[in-house]
């Protein structure tokens, strides 16, 4: 988390730099209007993708009345095929917060943020689940896959049910194609904006490798830590 936040400081004293006309900068005049100075969405994008560094909102907003548990979960697949699958964190919904009172109050799940920094052969994430989360956790690719990796968000679903699995984020492989006139080899990573939920986009049957992270809707325990069982 440390890391990636030293990354965004950088980043906009760069932009704030880069962006100052050389005669005003060696003059020391202020222009007149302040907001020559702020930094618009596209200019915030155009910085995150010079870090290789993406960041991603799921609104969620489960209700108030369904009392359940959220496992955020990590999925491996080598083409369709699953090989690998756990937990990585999880909270319940919904959960107790604290004002600066002190004064407690119930507030369900709402969203769920996912900060990711690409590294070539890995991934730093930084995963937030209402008011929780994790920070720095690293996800790797085995050198076999030789194909670089990207991110791409799932569709929401319309509505959320007990025992429901929701995807969320996919990290996933490029694959190799031929262009139309087959005398040349490319790399693709084609595909919707937002990804359909069971996974019928055809590119599905492209990628050779790929991670999928999600939420798996569960029913309440009572005393028992839910994260102490690794079966979902």
Known sequence: M???LKLLRVALFLF???????KIRAQNVEPPDPSFYSVSQEDFRAILSLL??????FNVDFPIDMKCEAYLYQQEYVERTLIQEKIIWGTRSPYTVFDKNGDSSEQPLANVKMFVKNNT????LVIRMGEFGIDGYELKIDSVY???????????PEEYKIGSKIPL???????NATS????MMAQKFCMENELPGDFSNPTFDKMPHYFVFGIAIK?????ENILSNSNY
């Open 52 to 57: 290789k560094l993406e960041m991603f909102k």
């Open 169 to 175: 984020l996919l990290i996933g492989s490029f694959w």
């Open 16 to 22: 704030g730099v880069l962006i100052i006309p050389d």
């Open 219 to 223: 029913e309440p325990r009572k005393e």
């Open 121 to 124: 052969r890995s991934f730093s």
């Open 146 to 156: 030789k194909n670089p990796h990207a991110c791409k968000p799932f569709k929401l």
């Open 2 to 4: 440390k890391s990636m």
């Open 180 to 183: 139309i006139d087959g005398t």
